[in-house]
């Protein structure tokens, strides 16, 4: 089985930061691209940021400049960290990895469970 376990998010006022971290564990072989992913109330689950496993981001334009992601290989962890946190960015924020479980299977992707942040205006 493959877990992704997200940890760090929580209450935060406006202008604050909070960095939130996603550890895979299991039976993996290989991690390909790993990402943040959000959903407001109300709303779809949108893209925040992945990164390949050569360690390349990618943003969505509404957190460029705001929030940095990043990975430990050797931990199988990503994290993201958030700063100005701002009213809109309350959401569920979910882990999600892209990753080979042997070594001829074929990538398969998994989420987290998700973790909460919430920003008090």
């Known amino acids: 089985q493959v877990r992704l376990v997200e940890s760090g998010g929580g209450l935060v006022q406006a202008g604050g930061s909070l960095r939130l971290s996603c550890a895979a564990s299991?039976?993996?072989?290989?991690?390909?691209?790993m990402g943040w992913y959000r959903q407001a109330p109300g709303k779809q689950r949108e893209l925040v940021a992945t990164?390949?496993?050569?360690?390349?981001?990618n943003y969505a334009d509404s957190v460029k400049g705001q929030f940095t992601i990043s990975r430990d290989n050797a931990r199988n962890t990503v994290y993201l960290r958030m700063n100005s946190l701002k009213s809109e960015d309350t959401a569920v924020y979910y882990c999600?990895?892209?990753?080979?479980?042997?070594?001829?299977?074929?990538?398969?992707?998994?989420w987290g469970q998700g973790t909460q942040v919430t920003v008090s205006s």
């Open positions: 999600n990895a892209d990753l080979m479980r042997y070594l001829n299977s074929g990538p398969v992707n998994y």
């Open positions: 990164i390949t496993s050569g360690g390349s981001p």
């Open positions: 299991g039976s993996i072989f290989r991690i390909n691209a």
